[in-house]
């Protein structure tokens, strides 16, 4: 019997280390829940450039966006894509607005309970402070020398319609989200990889007014 | 009255020639319509297509990108997901079979699944079949304009070709709720091509636009 636990034990290690390469599992209480408490209440403004690489297996294709990152405590967010076309979404508290075309549609996220979840799953997933996430999820957490990773699995069977598992690759000496996987299903999934982050150099609230 | 009559008169003949869509043709022929001399307006590349998808309807606008590819012949698979990432329908579909792989809950409803089944079967493959019989007309003034009146499942349908090299322009098709129009249009400011389709009836307007 404990021949099997440890064959299932070791199984286990192998199977996560095969899917998080040389990373390895950690307790969230061992220290990094404390930190990134910390760095969380330190961070007042993001501004980031990331790229999105949209993977679909089907046409073993990747495509790729390109755009700059804008996030202000505390529910504001701005995702400003220039590549391959000007497109804006911005989040202020529970309005959603969408800006493509030239055309603007404002929507209340307030009012529908799932969007409302993604929408605080993926801020939080984003500024990289997962004490904001909202619903119920399913979280592992690994590292290496360098980084952390956070696997999250939302519960709710309507959140895994459209994503089946987060995966958030945080900077060891900052906290910083490098990298966000939305895996929405075994083979497709979109990442976001963001560089020459600066914190806390906005100022003024106006890149997130929804009129 | 005689004055009434005759304004009445002149009235119903300019609605009739207005909305004639073989104005300006005259009856040259019958044909039977294959792949060829008719090639469909998209999905002529042998590898993958995108298009920025622009979609209004109820005074809403939205858009995401259409990725289409052709999958072996007369067998398509598109894939729209919004400029964020995430997908919002895939379908695979031929002139016999179309399979929902994938499409979010609120838009997986019978008859907006036939809209989009409908358009892209006119877009892709022109919903023709092998026996497609027409009637064709020539322009009265210019080489190179032919219009196809064909008869599919009890509708009719016109097809209308135009330039050099000569190409497919315009598709009318359908009747009441179904009632489509298909332009090729080029916006000479983004020197760009862009396919407009139309349901008037339901107020629905879907642009394709070259990436």
């Known amino acids: 019997m404990k021949t099997k636990y440890t064959l299932a034990t070791l199984l286990c290690f192998v199977v996560c280390g095969v899917a998080f390469g040389k990373m390895v599992k950690i307790d969230p209480a061992a220290g990094f829940n404390q930190r990134l408490a910390t760095e969380a209440a330190r961070t007042r403004s993001i501004r980031s450039d990331f790229k999105q690489v949209k993977y679909l297996e089907v046409f073993s294709e990747k495509i790729d966006s390109k755009g700059i990152f804008y996030f202000k405590k505390d529910d504001k967010i701005r995702l400003e894509y220039t590549t391959p076309l000007d497109y804006l979404i911005v989040i202020n508290g529970q309005k959603l607005k969408i800006v493509s075309d030239g055309k603007t549609n404002v929507v209340n996220l307030g009012s529908n309970a799932m969007m409302k979840e993604i929408k605080g799953m993926l801020a939080a997933c984003m500024t990289g402070d997962l004490t904001r996430m909202t619903g119920s999820y399913d979280m592992v957490y690994f590292e290496d020398a360098d980084s952390y990773l956070v696997s999250i699995k939302p519960r709710s069977k309507n959140v895994q319609a459209y994503l089946q598992e987060i995966h958030i690759y945080l900077e060891k000496k900052n906290m910083s989200v490098r990298k966000l996987r939305l895996q929405e299903n075994a083979t497709d999934y979109t990442e976001y990889q963001f560089t020459n982050t600066t914190y806390n150099t906005l100022t003024s609230d106006e890149k997130f007014i929804i009129r | ?211």
């Open chain 2, 1 to 211: 009255m005689k004055s009434l009559l005759s304004v009445s008169l002149l009235l119903i003949l300019l609605l009739c020639s207005s909305c004639c869509p073989t104005k300006g043709y005259r009856k040259c022929g019958e044909a039977k319509l294959i792949s060829s001399p008719l090639p469909a307006m998209l999905g002529q590349s042998a590898g993958l297509e995108k298009f920025n998808m622009k979609i209004d309807f109820m005074k809403k606008h939205f858009s995401g990108m259409l990725i289409v590819k052709q999958m072996r012949e007369k067998e398509y698979r598109v894939v729209f997901t919004s400029h964020f990432g995430l997908s919002i329908f895939d379908f695979t579909f031929t002139d016999r079979d179309f399979t929902v792989n994938h499409c979010l809950e609120a838009l997986n409803k019978e008859k907006i699944i036939t809209i989009f089944k409908n358009d892209f079967r006119l877009l892709f493959l022109l919903n023709l079949t092998p026996e497609t019989e027409a009637t064709r007309y020539c322009g009265k003034d210019g080489e190179g304009k032919h219009l196809f009146r064909i008869w599919t499942s009890g509708v009719e349908g016109y097809y209308f070709e135009e330039g050099d090299p000569v190409r497919l322009s315009r598709i009318l098709a359908g009747k009441g709720f179904g009632k489509t129009e298909i332009v090729c249009v080029r916006t000479e400011q983004a020197m760009r091509e862009s396919i407009v389709v139309r349901h008037p009836r339901i107020g629905l307007r879907i642009e394709l636009e070259n990436m």
